[in-house]
């Protein structure tokens, strides 16, 4: 069965200081992908990242990163030198080629000023 | 920018009530999807559709629930007798093509079910 884990219910950080969100997955699929999204107050859904199981190379946009490290089943998600616009839910999301996404407990990151 | 559309953002129906939530996915997206996040919980995975039928389906997508693409544009959640633990929101996705594997998910903004 296909899990994803987010170990931080809540984080809190204050502006500029950098963050790092935690998501670790178990799937026995050789083929899957991995997602993050984010779920400001407003409560939409908005997605960040897709990250397939054959590419571990991290990625950088802008004052977010991703590191996929599949020895240890990891897709860690930072944000750097954040900014109270950040303060939302974020989840890690997991799926194969059906396109059901199991989705992670999700995050809430507190920033303040 | 193309975007997926639900109404109505807030429904309050009773207890035994017939529910019927309306999605409008991108215009050129093939794949559906209907999810629920009970307040303060994660999102949960109900059903996928495809070329007019479900895909797959999760466990709490009993026979209380069915989805319908009534026309070209609209897709449909149904509950046919609420519950209160039916209260949520509820969200619906659309996606592109799975070949090369699955594209990102692009989610309407939710309707909150409130069963009271």
């Known amino acids: 069965a296909q899990k994803v884990t987010q170990a931080q219910t809540e984080i809190s950080v204050v502006e500029k200081e950098d963050v790092t969100l935690d998501c670790v997955y178990e799937?026995?699929?050789?083929?899957?992908?991995l997602f993050w999204y984010k779920q400001p107050p407003s409560g939409e859904l908005v997605f960040l990242i897709r990250?397939?199981?054959?590419?571990?190379q991290n990625e950088i946009s802008g004052r977010y990163s991703w590191n996929f490290q599949k020895s240890t089943s990891s897709f860690n998600f930072t944000i750097t030198a954040s900014q109270v616009v950040d303060s939302a839910v974020y989840f890690c999301?997991?799926?194969?080629?059906?396109?059901?996404?199991?989705f992670g407990q999700g995050t809430t990151l507190q920033v303040k000023p | 920018e193309p975007e997926v559309t639900q109404t109505p953002s807030h429904q309050v129906t009773q207890m035994g009530q017939e529910v019927i939530l309306r999605c409008v996915p991108i215009?050129?997206?093939?794949?559906f999807y209907w999810y629920r996040q009970i307040l303060g919980q994660k999102v949960e995975f109900l059903v996928s559709?495809?070329?007019?039928?479900?895909?797959?389906k999760s466990e709490i997508f009993d026979d209380q629930f069915s989805v319908e693409r009534p026309d070209g544009s609209n897709f449909t959640l149904k509950i046919r007798s609420t519950k209160l633990e039916d209260s949520a929101m509820y969200f619906c996705?659309?996606?592109?093509?799975?070949?090369?594997?699955?594209?990102?998910?692009?989610f309407g903004p939710g309707t909150r079910l409130t069963v009271t």
């Open positions: 799937t026995r699929d050789t083929t899957y992908y």
């Open positions: 999301a997991l799926t194969s080629n059906t396109g059901k996404l199991i």
């Open positions: 215009s050129n997206h093939l794949y």
């Open positions: 559709f495809y070329n007019n039928e479900i895909s797959e």
């Open positions: 996705a659309s996606s592109s093509v799975l070949a090369g594997g699955p594209y990102e998910q692009y």
């Open positions: 990250r397939n199981s054959f590419d571990e």
